[in-house]
């Protein structure tokens, strides 16, 4: 099955370059409610290690339902990266203070799962969520993390932001810049391209089921489908 990869336009001397995440640009959407099966089955797939990263404490899979269920998609923004097999491979929550009026903060947190790990996704997803928070007019970001939590914190320190431990646990904070113009137009570029790749895959998605379920009443002896794979 094809799948897209979209990477920034490259200078000549760019491209002769060793590929580096930071030129990735990977198609992160805004997620909405009808994406909170699936933010439940992502969460509950992490194991308990994991889980304690996340969350600060070994979440049950009830307390994960809970989480899930408490999920505001008005007043937060969730971030999803898809496979192309429609798993979500990685989710972000930009979690808005109560009274943005008196204080415009948020708190984001992150989880990848292990197999998706150190392609760049979490740092995108960070780069994502400073963008739409200082379009919403956000001025401080937080992320709370273990002190041992190396990935999460070299990607908040890379971003600059201020990082103090206590213990074992440590509190970033980054300072945003006001929105412009530039980061304006590039969440809605952004938001627009992962909208089109995600519906591309599920188009995709559709048409192999099509087939499968065709080969199966025409050549029904075969165990594979017409694009080669074992039918799922
Ligand atoms: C933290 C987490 C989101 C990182 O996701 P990821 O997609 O693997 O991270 P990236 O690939 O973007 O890597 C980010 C940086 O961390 C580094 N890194 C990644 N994994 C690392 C590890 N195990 N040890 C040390 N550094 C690591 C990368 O080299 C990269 O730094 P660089 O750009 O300077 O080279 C992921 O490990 C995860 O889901 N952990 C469990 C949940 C969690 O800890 N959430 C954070 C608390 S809210």
């Known amino acids: 099955m094809l799948e897209i990869t979209l990477q920034r336009p490259q200078t000549s001397s760019a491209a002769n370059a060793p590929p580096h995440f930071s030129n990735l640009v ?3 959407r805004s997620l909405g409610e009808n994406h909170r099966e699936r933010i439940r089955a992502h969460l509950k797939a992490l194991d308990a290690s994991d889980r304690y990263y996340r969350f600060g404490f070994n979440a049950s899979d009830d307390q994960i339902d ?7 998609f ?4 969730i971030f999803g990266i898809y496979n192309r097999h429609l798993t979500l491979i990685a989710v972000a929550h930009l979690a808005f ?4 009026q008196v204080s415009p903060s948020s708190e984001f ?35 709370h993390a273990l002190s041992e939590n190396t990935a999460m914190l070299k990607i908040a320190r890379n971003a600059g932001a201020h990082i103090e431990r206590d213990g074992a646990e440590a509190e970033a ?3 945003l810049e006001p929105a412009t113009l530039n980061t304006q137009w590039a969440e809605i570029v952004e938001e627009h391209m992962a909208q089109s790749n995600y519906q591309f895959k599920v188009h995709a998605r559709q048409l192999q089921d099509t087939f499968s379920r065709l080969q199966a009443i025409w050549l029904p002896h075969r165990h594979t489908d017409v694009l080669g794979t074992k039918p799922r």
């Open 26 to 28: 990977v198609p992160i």
């Open 173 to 175: 904070h980054l300072s």
């Open 74 to 77: 008005d007043r937060d923004e």
């Open 97 to 100: 203070s109560i009274d943005m």
């Open 109 to 143: 947190g992150v989880s990848v799962l292990p197999r998706a790990r150190g392609r760049g996704y979490g740092a995108r997803l960070f780069d994502r969520a400073v963008m739409h928070a200082r379009n919403q007019g956000v001025r401080t970001m937080f992320v």
């Open 66 to 72: 809970r989480y899930v269920a408490g999920l505001d």
